[in-house]
């Protein structure tokens, strides 16, 4: 496998999980009705992204991504739960995350959060949409992702990856991640 076709290889390989996580996920989004209703939906994502982002930063540091400092999304999740006025600290916390063993599979993790800015752009449009939304519309941080600069950061983020070496490594962190956040979310959705 050419080093070029990794991000290619693991959209590909990851295709079903991700569907499945967005199938998971669209039905809570389309029936919120109030600040409460989302903010359950931000501390899903936050129990996820808060120990996930831990563990890859254990294994990514600036020489291997200069900006990875800024690429964390449980910052936002929290700023977003501040501005719809939930500050309560006792979020629950996913335990069962992938086995991160290595950089490149650290790098297959951070695909599935970095690709989430991509389509966090799409859903904070869908929710400005929903009327029962209006009162937490300062509150799309996370969903925003980088703003303007979403698609430079994706393809920077591309170009390091593409560069990887175990690229076995690197799509097997990205499928144990999908396959972790739905195993989470359903874990989430069913106890609401």
């Known amino acids: 496998m050419s080093l070029p076709q990794i991000a290619a290889v693991i959209k590909e390989t990851t295709r079903t999980?991700?569907?499945e996580v967005e199938q998971l996920l669209l039905p809570q989004l389309t029936t919120?009705?109030?600040p409460g209703d989302y903010g359950s939906i931000l501390k899903m994502f936050y129990g996820y992204f808060q120990p996930l982002e831990n563990l890859i930063h254990q294994y990514i540091t600036k020489e291997e991504l200069p900006d990875i400092a800024d690429r964390r999304k449980a910052a936002a999740i929290r700023n977003d739960l501040n501005a719809?006025?939930?500050?309560e600290i006792a979020w629950q916390s996913c335990t069962h995350l992938p086995r991160?063993?290595?950089?490149?599979q650290a790098f297959g993790a951070l695909y599935v959060l970095e690709g989430s800015t991509l389509g966090g752009k799409m859903i904070a449009k869908m929710l400005l949409k929903n009327a029962a939304f209006s009162t937490c519309e300062n509150a799309l941080t996370f969903?925003?992702?980088y703003g303007e600069d979403t698609?430079?950061?994706w393809k920077t983020f591309l170009?390091?990856?593409n560069r990887q070496e175990n690229a076995g490594?690197?799509?097997h962190g990205a499928n144990e991640t999908f396959l972790y956040l739905k195993r989470w979310m359903q874990h989430c959705f069913s106890h609401e």
Do not use: P
Not at 84 to 87: A, C, E, R
């Open 17 to 19: 999980l991700h569907e």
């Open 32 to 34: 919120i009705k109030n």
């Open 84 to 87: 719809i006025g939930d500050s």
């Open 100 to 104: 991160l063993q290595n950089t490149a």
């Open 143 to 145: 969903f925003s992702g």
């Open 151 to 153: 698609g430079n950061k």
């Open 159 to 161: 170009d390091v990856l």
């Open 169 to 171: 490594d690197v799509v």
